[in-house]
């Protein structure tokens, strides 16, 4: 459980930041800092952790007419006790200017949070937060590959036939302690100076703002140092408490032939591999390549807390037909879930449809198109840990549903404006939420529907009043 010591880092980091607006702001200018207020509702009994928040700059400008991207931050809570919220804003629509702003909200179950977002319309240059980077989209000629993009849990590589490669993150494992450590860690609290004694003893020092978050009681938890921006992960096995670190961002790792951090979890053939995209001739029942030649990449954000990679074929050709392609793909911090949005302009080829899937691991498989999921459950390929793989679409939008030895192939069809999207996740050796088994990963699936279906509600409240 997050403490007291967030709120207090936090809080410092926030107000510092607004005496940068006031520090920036030009010579005579308005030194009051504007605010925009919103409630944020959970309206589902369950809790959700980095859930993001997308607002756009036209909404807000219509709440607040001089509302600026230049200089802002956004807090929860009220004064003197508010907390900065992890937040950025992107240039989607790549029209040079910045125009939708995301930030990350933990909310509990049925909990309703207002949130602020100050900012100076006064400041001319754009101020950014140290914020530890959690996310990276990055293009790499050298993997004969599109595109690679990650959070700090999980990487993709964006292949040119349209296919997505997963890649887990080995952990870096640091030290054990005695098991007798283990109540502490599951009442949560402040640390023990015995057992930050042992962090000490290793070289690693820990920061006074720590808090505790436990993923599954006496058996696996989260030793989050806010101050440093770092967290360790503490598992118990064979009577003795052991302790890792994640090696976060680490595309660069995919150039090593012989990596030792990532782990190739998904195969590296076919047209779809982890929620890929293909074409599908529905005569032959087999997929089709995305064209390759003509089209392009650009990088849309590679942000702190959100990095998106968008892919356009401008004219792509078949039988004769000539349609415009754009995918554009999505991760967040905190987060193993690939967010992918596809926009068809023109129309397809008769016979011709799109899918994107999932692979059909060793284990066991399960799907619902009425509630829009397939997941499979396994090892990776080199049978190294379990290893469950997700695929979450609008079932509104879900056609057929092939089931081949390898892949569960999903037919996506686009609304009325020629979109559509979905997300895929992998989740490697129990690294997300403690999960370890295949009834675990398969109701962890089912929430996660439920919850992505279901967004939270958002409203813009009046002003506040001058004191």
């Known amino acids: 459980m997050i403490k007291r010591q967030k709120s207090v880092m936090l809080l410092g980091m926030s107000l510092s930041f607004l005496l940068i607006f006031k520090a920036c702001t030009v010579p005579g200018g308005n030194q009051k800092i504007s605010k925009i207020r919103l409630s944020i509702q ?53 029209d040079g200017q910045r125009d939708q702003l995301c930030f990350l909200l933990d909310l509990a179950g049925d909990e309703t949070k207002d949130v602020s977002i100050l900012y100076d319309a006064n400041v001319k240059a754009q101020l950014t937060l140290d914020i530890k980077k959690q996310t990276r989209g990055a293009i790499f000629p050298e993997l004969n590959a599109v595109a690679a993009i990650e959070s700090n849990l999980i990487a993709y590589l964006l292949r040119h036939n349209g296919a997505i490669t997963a890649y887990g993150k080995k952990r870096a494992e640091l030290f054990s302690v005695d098991s007798v450590f283990e109540g502490e860690l599951d009442a949560g609290g402040i640390l023990s ?26 058996q696996q938890w989260v030793i989050k140092d806010l101050q440093n921006q770092e967290n360790y992960f503490v598992r118990k096995a064979e009577g003795q408490l052991n302790i890792s670190k994640s090696i976060g961002l680490s595309l660069n790792a995919l150039l090593e032939p012989e990596s030792t951090t990532m782990v190739a979890l998904t ?3 076919g047209h779809i591999g982890c929620g890929g995209l293909a074409l599908w001739d529905k005569e032959k029942a087999q997929t089709i390549p995305l064209p390759e030649g003509d089209d392009y990449v650009r990088i849309l954000a590679s942000g702190s807390i959100r990095s998106i990679v968008q892919r356009v074929f401008p004219e792509a050709e ?50 619902e198109k ?21 695929l979450i679409y609008p079932s509104a939008q879900g056609g057929d549903v092939t089931e081949t030895d390898a892949t569960y192939y999903v037919t996506l069809i686009p609304d009325v404006d020629g979109r559509f999207s979905y997300r895929a996740s992998a989740i490697w050796g129990a690294g997300i939420d403690g999960i370890e088994n295949e009834n675990e990963f398969a109701q962890y699936v089912q929430t996660q529907a439920t919850m992505m279906k279901t967004p939270p509600a958002i409203n813009f409240l009046p002003p506040e009043e001058e004191k």
Do not use: C
């Open 318 to 367: 078949r039988y004769g037909k000539t349609f415009q392609l754009t995918s554009t793909v999505f991760i967040y911090g905190e987060s193993p879930w690939l967010e992918h949005h596809v926009h068809i302009k023109g129309d397809l080829p008769a016979g011709t449809v799109i899918v994107t899937g999932i692979p059909i691991l060793d284990v066991n498989s399960n799907h």
């Open 370 to 390: 009425k509630q829009g999921w397939a997941w499979s459950w396994g090892k990776d390929n080199a049978q190294l840990a379990p290893l469950g793989v997700s």
């Open 267 to 269: 195969p590296l053939a």
């Open 42 to 94: 959970n309206t589902l009994p369950i809790a959700r952790k980095k859930v993001p928040i997308l607002l756009t700059g036209e909404q807000l400008r219509k709440v607040s007419p001089d509302f600026s991207f230049n200089a802002y931050s956004v807090v929860t809570g009220k004064a003197p006790r508010e907390v900065m919220l992890p937040a950025q804003a992107d240039d989607v629509n790549y």
């Open 193 to 218: 100076p015995a057992l930050r004694q042992h962090f000490q003893s290793h070289n690693i020092t820990l920061s006074e703002q720590v808090a505790l978050e436990n993923q599954k009681p006496m």
